[in-house]
């Protein structure tokens, strides 16, 4: 059974660095192939993917967010980190981790975890 | 950037079929797979298509997805609607420089 989870602050304040962790059970990401990404949705907005680290310690990020981001991994521990700096109002959401390709070349997220929610706040 | 649109809202009642658009701007959608996410209120998105028009497994054969090259869109078709499909859904495809790209959600409301 795959299960993942997302832990992180529930509030951060304009400017300061968040700092989110995936802790995921059921696979691995030394599985070629595999990738675990984060996606995020604004309240009431849609969904908005964010990074991936796969398991050869590739990365890719979003465009537009990429300057302050970075995506890690902790293999042995099943974990993926995601920090952002210079968070602002508009990072607010709640964020999902999910893994991708668990079945070779399926290039979607299955399944997800429940979220947590961050808002960005003075 | 590519962007794949859908529709807002839909509404249909019980019993009744139907259908959600997917429509990108630009390339070949054809040339790439759709994935589509069911999302209850207060839940995280579950896989209910993948690549098009495959059902994973506990997806009842209600849900059905298609591609079509001409109109460069896909679609999610529920039948048999019950009051149990009112979420939002969301279709997603990939796309070599954005990436993982996500459409704007429906909201699919059975009255």
């Known amino acids: 059974q795959i299960t993942l989870r997302e832990s992180g602050p529930a509030l951060v304040k304009p400017t300061q660095t968040l700092t989110l962790t995936c802790t995921f059970s059921?696979?691995?990401?030394?599985?070629?192939?595999?990738?675990v990404g984060w996606i995020r949705q604004p309240p009431g907005k849609a969904l908005e993917w964010v990074a991936l680290?796969?398991?050869?310690?590739?990365?890719r990020y979003r465009p537009s967010l990429e300057s302050r981001l970075t995506i890690t991994k902790d293999t042995s521990n099943n974990e993926v980190v995601l920090t952002m700096t210079n968070v602002n109002p508009a990072d607010t959401g709640t964020y999902y981790c999910?893994?991708?390709?668990?079945?070779?070349?399926?290039?979607?997220?299955?399944?997800w975890g429940p979220g947590t929610l961050v808002t960005v706040s003075s | 950037n590519f962007l794949l649109t859908q529709p807002h809202s839909v509404s249909a009642s019980p019993g009744e079929t139907v259908t959600i658009s997917c429509t990108a701007n630009s390339g070949n959608i054809a040339s790439t797979y759709v994935q589509w996410y069911q999302q209850r209120p207060g839940s995280a998105p579950t896989l209910v298509i993948f690549e098009d028009d495959q059902r994973p497994s506990g997806v009842p054969v209600r849900f059905s997805g298609s591609s079509d090259s001409s109109s460069n869109s896909a679609s999610l078709t529920i039948s048999g609607l019950k009051t149990e499909d009112e979420a939002d859904y969301y279709c997603q495809s990939f796309h070599d420089t954005d990436r993982w790209v996500f459409g704007g959600g429906t909201r699919l409301t059975v009255l």
């Open positions: 680290i796969y398991w050869d310690n590739g990365k």
């Open positions: 059921g696979f691995s990401l030394a599985t070629t192939g595999v990738g």
């Open positions: 999910a893994p991708l390709g668990l079945i070779l070349s399926h290039n979607y997220f299955d399944p």
